[in-house]
Nanobody, 122 residues
Framework: VQLQASGGGLVQAGESLRLSCAAS????????MGWFRQAPGKEREFVAG????????YYTDSVKGRFTVSRGNAKNTVYLQMNSLKPEDTAVYYC????????????????WGQGTQVTVSS
């Protein structure tokens, strides 16, 4: 059971990045997926989530209108398109698979990827 996140990097404020999360070892097509982030010295926080069908999406207020979460056709890949990045978006971003319950609660995600660093310079 593995989740592999990729696509992080160093960008300037206002630029874009697209994160990818590939699931392997288990069929995650029926799982809701989430993106979380953790900045230095801060707790891990919910960023975005998407239902197994892709029909429902969820965002924390600070990224609404800038970030878009989506699923690939095979449903085992999840993307996070991040536009208009800000320095406060700097963090390690994690993807996770959810079994049920509130999308915003990281306790509902038993499977986690290793994280990818996003750094936004001003």
């Amino acid at each position: 059971v593995q989740l592999q996140a990729s696509g992080g990097g160093l960008v300037q404020a206002g630029e874009s990045l697209r994160l990818s999360c590939a699931a392997s070892g288990r069929t995650f097509s029926s799982y809701g997926m989430g993106w979380f982030r953790q900045a230095p010295g801060k707790e891990r926080e919910f960023v975005a989530g998407i239902s197994w069908s892709g029909g429902s999406t969820y965002y924390t207020d600070s990224v609404k209108g800038r970030f878009t979460v989506s699923r690939g056709n095979a449903k085992n890949t999840v993307y996070l398109q991040m536009n208009s990045l800000k320095p406060e978006d700097t963090a390690v971003y994690y993807c996770a698979a959810r079994r049920g319950g509130d999308y915003y609660d990281l306790g509902n995600y038993p499977y986690w990827g290793q994280g990818t660093q996003v750094t936004v310079s001003s």
